[in-house]
T-cell receptor, first 113, second 112 residues
Framework: NAGVTQTPKFQVLKTGQSMTLQCAQDMNHEYMSWYRQDPGMGLRLIHYSVGAGITDQGEVPNGYNVSRSTTEDFPLRLLSAAPSQTSVYFC????????????FGPGTRLTVL | GNSVTQMEGPVTLSEEAFLTINCTYTATGYPSLFWYVQYPGEGLQLLLKATKADDKESNKGFEATYRKETTSFHLEKGSVQVSDPAVYFCALKDSSASKIIFGSGTRLSIRP
């Protein structure tokens, strides 16, 4: 199993550009989520999904959209990038919403100029 | 609401020194508690998990005990190695909630 994969690994955007961060898992996990990691602030939840077709907001959802059309994929879209969205983004998954153990992707480092 | 507080870093130690990273939590009920480790340039990996009070968990020489009376889950290692530099995150999951709450992370460095 590849586990949780993310692409790209690095990305530089200009303010106002849009892009999609890709996330996929091959473990048939129902629950997937996106976090951003900023210095001194740990990981903050952006959006999550408890299953295909179901998404919900985390604590910092503004400026981001998600969709979950398949169990495997959970892309994160930045509609109009802002410098405040410069961060490292992690996708994570676990078997179900009730499961404890969570698996993380390797991260995407995004810089918005 | 639920929260996790862990000691600020960075923590810089000599090889073979004793490591403690403090973690305390606030939660209703009986949450599951975790330590995750993030090596440079990588995603987070689960290091330890405890699901009930007085559980003592160990992995790769690291230990932590779930102490409900002090709402703590401190991470310890008796002898740090050159392979241990990383950021360590304490986290909790309440059984009634879907979200895992992370602390701010503590960076560990080893003196050359």
């Amino acid at each position: 199993n590849a586990g949780v994969t993310q692409t790209p690994k690095f990305q530089v955007l200009k303010t106002g550009q849009s892009m999609t961060l890709q996330c996929a898992q091959d473990m048939n996990h129902e629950y997937m989520s996106w976090y951003r990691q900023d210095p001194g602030m740990g990981l903050r939840l952006i959006h999550y999904s408890v299953g295909a077709g179901i998404t919900d907001q985390g604590e910092v959802p503004n400026g981001y959209n998600v969709s979950r059309s398949t169990t495997e994929d959970f892309p994160l879209r930045l509609l109009s990038a802002a410098p405040s969205q410069t961060s490292v983004y992690f996708c994570a998954s676990r078997m179900t919403v009730a499961t404890d153990t969570q698996y993380f992707g390797p991260g995407t480092r995004l810089t918005v100029l | 609401g639920n929260s996790v507080t862990q000691m600020e870093g960075p923590v810089t130690l000599s090889e073979e020194a004793f490591l403690t990273i403090n973690c305390t939590y606030t939660a209703t009920g009986y949450p599951s508690l975790f330590w995750y480790v993030q090596y440079p340039g990588e995603g987070l990996q689960l290091l330890l998990k405890a699901t009930k009070a007085d559980d003592k968990e160990s992995n790769k020489g690291f230990e932590a005990t779930y102490r409900k009376e002090t709402t703590s889950f401190h991470l310890e290692k008796g002898s740090v190695q050159v392979s241990d530099p990383a950021v360590y995150f304490c986290a909790l999951k309440d059984s009634s909630a879907s979200k895992i709450i992370f602390g701010s992370g503590t960076r560990l460095s080893i003196r050359p």
